[in-house]
């Protein structure tokens, strides 16, 4: 893919298809890659995800320590079984973390049994809650339940905020000994010099640089959970499985329109809304279109991207004055 950003947190469409595949879309399935770690997260885990990611050169199942589901329904999970056990069978991960329904700990237990399938590393399946489910040193990640047919749940999560940049020249215009020192004032310490000077850490940093945002929105009509979740986030992937004229059938399912998806990022404020989980009934010979879906969304929220399967999307990271 040529140069690319190593600091930016990259987002990879493995199947953007409502309920079943078509020709050129799988089902449910995104990798999250984090920058400067050999390490990705998957959220919701269809049918034929794993084959998603062995097709794409810039992907890496081996590196998969954190799966987010989001409910119940197969064309969120089936996958995860197969992917599971395929782990178990190549270069084995230390440890990997499931998140999802209650529920899902069962429908594994089942599987796995039933197939007679034994995972050799260990792996935990987290039943969630609204709130912070995960806590770790650069990542927070959140929950909230959303509204549709069965159980489901929306994820939020936040890269903490970094510190400013160290001005070495600066540090050595003013004749401040490179070594430990330096980490002390990186972190906004005041130190004490063997000179006698009391150097302020704060003068020496830049701007803290701001953390990002990313929420997954899907299986729902639309809610306030949604919008809640989605404050001010860089990107919103949000499901868009109807059409406005189909708003019955929205209804009837409690999927969102594009529309729908659309007023979430515009009362949350979001930077950018990623439409996903089309129903197939949308194709290319259909009276409705994709593109019509993308115009629905974007005369109420203008940045609406469409999502397809194998887009990467790139969440740069942010600057203090952005």
Not at 35 to 43: A, E, F, G, I, T
Not at 87 to 104: A, E, Q, T
Not at 130 to 152: F, M, W
Request: glycine share 8%.
């Amino acid at each position: 893919m040529g140069d690319r950003d190593a600091t930016a947190l990259r987002v990879t469409f493995l199947g953007t298809s409502s309920g079943v595949p078509t020709r050129i879309r799988n089902v449910s399935g995104i990798a999250l890659q984090l920058p400067q770690r050999s390490q990705m997260w998957l959220l919701d885990c269809g049918e034929a995800t794993q084959h998603q990611i062995l097709r794409h050169p810039d992907l890496n199942f081996n590196q998969i320590r954190r799966i987010f589901i989001t409910h119940m329904h197969g064309d969120h999970i089936y996958g995860l079984p197969g992917l599971l056990s395929t782990l178990g069978m190549s270069n084995m991960p230390d440890r990997v973390d499931i998140y999802g329904p209650p529920g899902l700990q069962s429908y594994l237990d089942g599987v796995l049994r039933w197939s007679e399938s034994r995972i050799n590393y260990p792996f935990t399946v987290h039943a969630v809650e609204t709130g912070l489910i995960l806590e770790e040193q650069e990542y927070l990640v959140y929950c909230a339940p959303l509204d549709h047919r069965v159980q489901a749940f929306g994820y939020r999560i936040v890269e903490r905020d970094r510190l400013g940049t160290f001005n070495v020249a600066k540090a050595r215009a003013d004749d401040i000994p490179p070594g430990p020192v330096y980490a002390r004032l990186k972190a906004g310490e005041t130190v004490k010099l063997p000179d006698g000077r009391t150097i302020e850490g704060k003068n020496y940093v830049g701007a803290p640089q701001p953390g990002r945002k990313l929420t997954y929105c899907t299986d729902t009509i639309f809610c306030h959970n949604a919008i809640d979740l989605a404050r001010a986030a860089d990107l919103l992937i949000h499901e868009a499985t109807f059409a406005e004229a189909d708003l019955h059938l929205a209804k009837r399912a409690k999927h969102s329109t594009a529309a729908m998806a659309a007023q979430v990022a515009l009362e949350a404020k979001v930077d950018t809304l990623m439409l996903t989980h089309f129903s197939p009934r949308y194709g290319a010979e259909g009276p409705i279109s994709l593109e019509d879906l993308q115009a629905e969304a974007q005369a109420i929220f203008p940045k609406t991207v469409m999502a397809r399967d194998r887009l990467t999307y790139e969440i740069p990271r942010r600057t203090a004055a952005q």
